[in-house]
T-cell receptor
Framework: NAGVTQTPKFRILKIGQSMTLQCAQD?????MYWYRQDPGMGLKLIYY???????DKGEVPNGYNVSRSTTEDFPLRLELAAPSQTSVYFC?????????????????FGAGSRLTVL | GQNIDQPTEMTATEGAIVQINCTYQ??????LFWYQQHAGEAPTFLSY????GLEEKGRFSSFLSRSKGYSYLLLKELQMKDSASYLC?????????FGKGNQVVVIP
């Protein structure tokens, strides 16, 4: 099991460029999430999905888009990159009744993608 | 919505005990989680509480009081590798909201 795989690990963008952060999980999890983490701050939820074909906005969705065409993949698209989107992005997934904790929504995170917009 | 508050930083000596507090307000509650995050790495799951009381897991214990909107994480017998940020997260209807995290620095 690879768990949650994010690509790229690092990227520098110019203002106004677009890009897609890829996220894939091989644990057959229903739920997937995108968070961003700014220095010294907690994780802010951008978008999440409770299953293929279903996506919902989190706390900070502006400037981003997502799609969930398969259970495994949950790409995050940045349109017209802005300096305020400089951050570390984490993808995560979870499945109901995961592991030894029935009913607990335990998140497994990818390694993160560090994005700088100049 | 959800609001989660944690103190920001503390320093402790190897072998000591530290308690990290978390207070929260939420409109829905499916459980409270503690995650550990080392610098430059992804968060990893530490503990989960959904009922009031103490959950013990080796050197780490977590306590929850739902009526007070309060939890703490207790780290015993501190080791250098415990230097990390500890994040409190509340599950409100399958959406985890995270606090800013508490940075623990362990010194010899």
């Amino acid at each position: 099991n690879a768990g949650v795989t994010q690509t790229p690990k690092f990227r520098i963008l110019k203002i106004g460029q677009s890009m897609t952060l890829q996220c894939a999980q091989d644990m057959n999890h229903n739920y997937m999430y995108w968070y961003r983490q700014d220095p010294g701050m907690g994780l802010k939820l951008i978008y999440y999905s409770v299953g293929a074909g279903i996506t919902d906005k989190g706390e900070v969705p502006n400037g981003y888009n997502v799609s969930r065409s398969t259970t495994e993949d949950f790409p995050l698209r940045l349109e017209l990159a802005a300096p305020s989107q400089t951050s570390v992005y984490f993808c995560a997934s979870s499945g109901p009744g995961q592991g030894a904790i029935p009913g607990a929504n335990v998140l497994t995170f990818g390694a993160g993608s560090r994005l700088t917009v100049l | 919505g959800q609001n989660i508050d944690q103190p920001t930083e503390m320093t402790a000596t190897e072998g000591a005990i530290v308690q990290i507090n978390c207070t929260y307000q939420t409109s829905g509650f499916n459980g409270l989680f503690w995650y550990q995050q080392h610098a430059g790495e992804a968060p990893t799951f530490l503990s989960y509480n959904v009922l009031d009381g103490l959950e013990e897991k080796g050197r780490f214990s977590s306590f929850l009081s739902r009526s007070k909107g309060y939890s703490y994480l207790l780290l015993k017998e501190l080791q250098m590798k415990d230097s990390a940020s500890y994040l409190c997260a509340v599950d409100g209807n399958n959406r985890l909201a995270f606090g800013k995290g508490n940075q623990v620095v362990v010194i010899p």
